[in-house]
């Protein structure tokens, strides 16, 4: 598999990194590529970018679904991840230099469950994040084992991250709509006028790809 991609572009080049696995039982890690165009693609030699943890660690079962800013301010690449340790699901902080040699932060995960009976007890995974200048935004997928749904954290520094007290943000469609069972992994861009987010819906036979706005 290669799936899970996140892009940037900075005039020059677009550099993609997403997640690989090398066969149906396999581990998840994240990989790394360039393209002149976004469509011509060349995997990084030294791929993957970033791997599984220790063994008995939060995330030593595999690690995908990365997210990436770049903070031209201090020059340094900043991925948040998915991290599983074939149980449970967290979501993970990593920083780079050049999008390549990457440096986990010792205190991961900066996102974890919900407490036990929570919408998000059993997984949060799948973070898409947005910085405005003085805050990090984060949306991502949270289940407690029956319902999937999306939720919403805030940080100033994209390490210690606040829940929102009305999550789940974005919840299920109503009985017998195309999302009335799972909505997950979002995806979400600003263009100054409204939050835009594209997301997966599934209605328990397929997985479509739906779109919700937001003022705030």
């Known amino acids: 598999y290669v799936y899970y991609p996140t892009i940037l572009y900075d005039g020059i080049t677009y550099r993609m990194w997403y997640s690989g696995k090398d066969d149906l039982m396999g581990t998840i ?7 002149p165009d976004g469509i011509v693609w060349t995997k990084n030699g030294a791929n993957p970018v970033l791997n599984v943890g220790p063994l008995f660690s939060w995330e030593d079962a595999d690690v ?27 979501i993970g902080y990593a920083t780079s230099s050049d ?26 995974n799948e973070p898409t994040v947005l910085y405005d200048g003085s805050t990090y935004q984060m949306w991502y997928t949270g289940t407690d084992g029956a319902t999937y749904s999306i939720g919403y954290a805030t940080s100033s520094d994209g390490v210690f991250w606040t ?14 709509s195309w999302d009335d069972t799972w ?19 599934y209605d328990g036979t397929n997985v479509r790809i739906g779109y919700a706005t937001s003022s705030e």
């Open 29 to 35: 890690r994240i990989g790394y590529a360039t393209s």
């Open 64 to 90: 995908w679904a990365p997210t990436v800013l770049y903070d031209s301010m201090t020059s340094t690449y900043k991925m948040w991840y998915s991290g599983s340790d074939d149980v449970y699901y967290r």
């Open 99 to 124: 999008g390549i040699a990457w440096t986990k932060y010792p205190s991961n995960p900066v996102l974890t469950l919900g407490p036990p009976g929570s919408w998000d007890d059993y997984r949060v």
């Open 163 to 176: 829940k929102h007290a009305a999550n789940p943000v974005l919840t299920l469609g109503p009985p017998g």
């Open 183 to 201: 909505i997950f992994t979002p995806m979400v861009l600003y263009d100054a006028i409204a939050y835009r987010m594209w997301y997966s819906g």
